[in-house]
T-cell receptor, first 116, second 113 residues
Framework: DQQVKQNSPSLSVQEGRISILNCDYT??????FLWYKKYPAEGPTFLIS?????DKNEDGRFTVFLNKSAKHLSLHIVPSQPGDSAVYFC???????????????FGKGTHLIIQP | DTAVSQTPKYLVTQMGNDKSIKCEQN?????MYWYKQDSKKFLKIMFS???????INETVPNRFSPKSPDKAHLNLHINSLELGDSAVYFC????????????FGEGSWLTVV
């Protein structure tokens, strides 16, 4: 039972344009969401996060939007750069409701390809 | 200076063997984890250790046993390896209960032949 879903296995975007990666979740206990970036042969690295009390968090070129009623979040990257080509994982936790010790529940990832 | 380091990075072994993957973190974190990424690319949690106590075990076969000699180390022992154990295993650590502080190691690629 997938509690975190990333329905697009891959996404191709031209350099300089906006990349939008989507994520849906089913567990209403999730209250903290993270995006991780992963290059081949490396571990996931933290990119940006958002708690359920917010609907937007921005960090440079990266913005995460959260729609709690739809149980949907998205990651926007603008402008997209060649170095952004990687696999992006959406992850969720019930951290504020005591579930932090359970770690993170991940989606399957979306492979973002930035074309020059 | 690597925050979470795991060894070996690559391991090829035969079915039925027993193997270990070591993990060390120098972040002073209280909680360490093992995650498995299988052939379908799902990244799933296997174990979580907080101050040397196992706090979750996600229906992992008992052939897998985490061992933590101290809070900076969490090693993964696997007995009687099976073909289906082939995967990438990631170690991670965080401050207790604070998933927003999770750091991952680079992964250990296990291939069982």
């Amino acid at each position: 039972d997938q509690q975190v879903k990333q329905n697009s296995p891959s996404l191709s975007v031209q350099e300089g344009r906006i990349s939008i990666l989507n994520c849906d979740y089913t567990n209403s206990m999730f209250d903290y969401f993270l995006w991780y970036k992963k290059y081949p042969a490396e571990g996931p690295t933290f990119l940006i996060s958002i708690s359920s009390i917010k609907d937007k968090n921005e960090d440079g070129r990266f913005t995460v939007f959260l729609n709690k009623s739809a149980k949907h979040l998205s990651l926007h990257i603008v402008p997209s750069q060649p170095g952004d080509s990687a696999v992006y994982f959406c992850a969720a936790s019930a951290m504020y409701s005591g579930g932090g010790a359970d770690g993170l529940t991940f989606g399957k990832g979306t492979h973002l390809i930035i074309q020059p | 200076d690597t925050a979470v380091s795991q060894t070996p990075k690559y391991l090829v072994t035969q079915m039925g063997n027993d193997k270990s993957i070591k993990c060390e973190q120098n972040l002073g974190h209280d909680t360490m984890y093992w995650y498995k990424q299988d052939s379908k690319k799902f990244l799933k949690i296997m174990f979580s250790y907080n101050n040397k106590e196992l706090i979750i075990n996600e229906t992992v076969p008992n052939r897998f046993s985490p061992k933590s000699p101290d809070k900076a180390h969490l090693n993964l022992h696997i007995n009687s390896l099976e073909l289906g154990d082939s995967a990438v295993y990631f170690c991670a650590s965080s401050q207790a209960g604070q998933v927003n502080t999770i750091y991952f190691g680079e992964g250990s690629w296990l291939t069982v032949v």
